[in-house]
């Protein structure tokens, strides 16, 4: 009945399926081998020592190594910044981080959609060793509480060797990743394998990230024989200690001279079980057969989330060995474009295919926003392979300002300023066509029109032009006391300017370079002052200048006819003071009778009104009346002027 179910389950779900990623399609005469380790629950956390148990055979040479592994979003603190992780292969720090992703973003269930996760493929040819390759993971929770921005852990480590042996028969590895999100029920595709001899052992790995206990997720193959259950996968924590668990549930396996051979816990079987992640699947495909599929049902719940990560296929094929492809790297600045140019063949399929002009040629043109790993599958007369280019993307360095600071004259030198310019593994230089430093800011003391160049590590570059004036901010200003004054006198000069520190001042026949000056005027008439502030150097200055009059105090002027007559026009009979404080005075008629007298302090005004034609509130009559006046002035002298004036309305 259970065979039945799951025949009925994949016909339900057949509309459905998804093509996996096919990641690398190679054919050369050697093997490969693989192992790796899963791990439940939140161990991944903790510092790890994992000793790898696949090799190299004696007398083959390695041909290829990639250590793949997870990409989990942090969900309890971090806030998504990429971070990658330093870890430890046999000796050698080495960088995980986004630049290895070689998979769409999945989430690891529709209730849960912030645990997002990818498929992260790295090549470790160079530091790989032939036997006992040894990783040491950090400990993700201390890297986490330590930096609480960084949002990534990288976990669920796998070892592939590939090596070559011109004595060993031909093999076939196809390496597919995961593209789907984990939902309750998944069908996947693997489509577009070389011809599969079924005579001969056909290998099938399943690695999977958090496999969790009881039935976490069980797979049914489907082929032109149809359809075949597989078994489940699980992992059971020894006595409910969860630092003591099986951790091997890898599918780990040799493939070599058409014979599959499992490693630790697995079995080449045609069932997988527990922690046996291996199947030969031999009996269940037929000659030449190019595609196959897996329907996975799982338990997906909050508390456990079993991630497939690789889909691994090992066996003979009729299609002729190929040399060792090999990962072609490249590197361009956000914007700009690059040819990747494939082998030549029959037909082409790039994917990804966003940033590609054209996803179905030989040399596409691509311009893609992000780090991209692209894989092109080529086809030659049926049979296939897959050469890799991976294309890093810098960003432009542009900052987030610049502040452009003008040069005050005489003073301070101006600068230009890039502010906020910050990426991780980024260093800058900058530019103003004086040659590149290290510092953001430039001081300037010429003006005109600069051009800020900022180029990163990377070789990328970004550059706008900012022009820097000479700004004078000096303002010259003083004002004085002392006047009105009649001569001889002495006049104050007080400085008020700005943004100056040195100063000339201008009198007749004379300078002074003081702060505030004094000046004595001996003779009456009218002159001119002049102040020039500077700020260092005279042509830093400001220029103000003011005239002021020295009076002779037997100049009084008075006027000798008004008529108040009401049409607002000389209405009063007044004195133009210019140099008194004080005075008494007496109109007197042609009779001899007073009609007005009084006291008045007229210090500071400039005119006075000494009558408006009435006596006790009545007009008088037109006619000619008689002053005197007894004028001092600020001196203390006193002087009496006698005179007349006519009224007339």
């Given at each position: 009945m259970k065979i039945v179910y799951n025949i009925l389950v994949f016909l339900l779900f057949a509309g459905n399926i998804t093509?996996?990623?096919?990641?690398?399609?190679?054919?050369?005469?050697?093997?490969?081998?693989?192992?790796?380790?899963?791990?439940?629950?939140?161990?991944?956390?903790?510092?790890?020592?994992?000793?790898?148990?696949?090799?190299?055979?004696?007398?083959?040479?390695?041909?290829?190594?990639?250590?793949?592994?997870?990409?989990?979003?942090?969900?309890?603190?971090?806030?998504?910044?990429?971070?990658?992780?330093?870890?430890?292969?046999?000796?050698?720090?080495?960088?995980?981080?986004?630049?290895?992703?070689?998979?769409?973003?999945?989430?690891?269930?529709?209730?849960?959609?912030?645990?997002?996760?990818?498929?992260?493929?790295?090549?470790?040819?160079f530091w790989a060793l032939g036997s006992g390759n040894k990783l040491i993971t950090p400990d993700h929770q201390a890297l986490f509480w330590a930096n609480p921005t960084y949002g990534y852990g990288y976990v669920y480590f796998g070892l592939i060797l590939l090596y070559e042996d011109p004595g060993m028969s031909s093999i076939n590895y196809v390496l597919y990743v995961n593209n789907q999100n984990l939902l309750s029920n998944n069908s996947r595709m693997f489509n577009n394998l070389n011809p599969i001899d079924s005579t001969k052992a056909v290998a099938l790995s399943i690695f999977c990230g958090n496999i969790q206990p009881v039935d976490s997720l069980a797979f049914?193959?489907?082929?032109?024989?149809?359809?075949?259950?597989?078994?489940?996968?699980?992992?059971?924590?020894?006595?409910?200690?969860?630092?003591?668990?099986?951790?091997?549930?890898?599918?780990?396996?040799?493939?070599?001279?058409?014979?599959?051979?499992?490693?630790?816990?697995?079995?080449?079987?045609?069932?997988?079980?527990?922690?046996?992640?291996?199947?030969?699947?031999?009996?269940?495909?037929?000659?030449?057969?190019?595609?196959?599929?897996?329907?996975?049902?799982?338990?997906?719940d909050l508390a456990g989330l079993t991630f497939p990560m690789l889909f691994q296929f090992a066996y003979t094929t009729p299609c002729p060995p190929r040399g060792i492809s090999v990962l072609f790297e490249d590197s361009i600045c956000f914007g700009q474009s690059l040819s990747l140019n494939a082998s030549t063949a029959t037909s082409y399929t790039w994917y990804p295919s966003a940033g590609l002009n054209n996803a179905n040629i030989q040399n596409p043109i691509a311009t893609p926003d992000s780090s991209t790993n692209y894989t092109v599958l080529i086809d030659s007369a049926g049979c296939k392979h897959t050469e890799r280019f991976s294309v890093n993307v810098y960003e432009i360095p542009e900052p987030n300002n610049v502040i452009v600071q003008n040069i005050n004259c005489g003073g301070p030198a101006g600068y230009i300023q890039s502010v906020g310019l910050y990426s991780t593994n980024q260093t800058y230089v900058y530019d103003i066509g004086s040659g590149p430093q290290s510092s953001p800011a430039f001081f300037l003391s010429t003006p005109g029109t600069y051009t800020l160049t900022i180029t990163s590590n990377a070789g990328c570059s970004?550059?706008?032009?900012?022009?820097?004036?000479?700004?004078?901010?000096?303002?010259?200003?003083?004002?004085?006391?002392?006047?009105?004054?009649?001569?001889?006198?002495?006049?104050?000069?007080?400085?008020?300017?700005?943004?100056?520190?040195?100063?000339?001042?201008?009198?007749?026949?004379?300078?002074?370079?003081?702060?505030?000056?004094?000046?004595?005027?001996?003779?009456?008439?009218?002159?001119?002052?002049?102040?020039?502030?500077?700020?260092n150097f005279l042509n830093c200055s400001d220029t103000t200048y003011a005239v002021i009059e020295i009076l002779d105090s037997l100049s009084t002027p008075i006027s000798n006819v008004f008529s108040p007559n009401g049409d607002g026009i000389n209405e009063y009979f007044v004195l133009a003071n210019n140099a008194y404080q004080s005075m008494s005075y007496s109109i007197i008629n042609r009779w001899g009778e007073i009609i007005k007298q009084g006291d008045e302090n007229i210090r500071g005004k400039s005119e006075v009104i000494l009558w408006d034609g009435t006596q006790k509130g009545k007009l008088c009559s037109e006619g000619t009346y008689y002053y005197s006046l007894r004028l001092k002035d600020y001196s203390g002298k006193e002087k009496t002027v006698n005179g007349f004036v006519m009224l007339v309305r």
């Open positions: 093509a996996q990623q096919l990641l690398i399609q190679e054919t050369f005469r050697g093997g490969v081998s693989f192992d790796g380790e899963s791990e439940s629950g939140l161990s991944w956390f903790d510092k790890d020592t994992i000793v790898f148990a696949n090799s190299v055979p004696t007398g083959a040479s390695l041909r290829k190594a990639y250590l793949t592994c997870s990409r989990l979003k942090y969900k309890v603190g971090g806030n998504g910044i990429e971070n990658g992780v330093m870890i430890d292969f046999n000796g050698n720090l080495i960088t995980i981080d986004s630049s290895n992703v070689v998979s769409p973003k999945m989430t690891v269930s529709p209730i849960v959609p912030s645990g997002e996760y990818w498929v992260c493929c790295k090549d470790v040819t049914t193959l489907n082929s032109s024989l149809g359809s075949n259950y597989l078994g489940a996968l699980y992992m059971n924590i020894n006595n409910g200690d969860p630092n003591v668990l099986n951790r091997y549930a890898a599918g780990s396996y040799f493939y070599e001279n058409n014979i599959c051979t499992g490693l630790m816990d697995d079995s080449p079987d045609a069932k997988i079980d527990s922690t046996d992640a291996l199947v030969n699947i031999k009996s269940l495909v037929k000659q030449n057969t190019t595609a196959v599929s897996l329907l996975s049902i799982g338990n997906v970004w550059q706008n032009s900012y022009t820097i004036a000479e700004v004078n901010t000096t303002q010259a200003n003083f004002t004085t006391s002392g006047l009105p004054a009649v001569y001889p006198a002495t006049v104050y000069f007080q400085n008020n300017s700005t943004g100056a520190n040195n100063y000339i001042w201008y009198f007749p026949n004379d300078s002074s370079l003081a702060s505030n000056a004094i000046y004595v005027y001996n003779q009456p008439g009218t002159y001119s002052v002049t102040l020039i502030a500077y700020n």
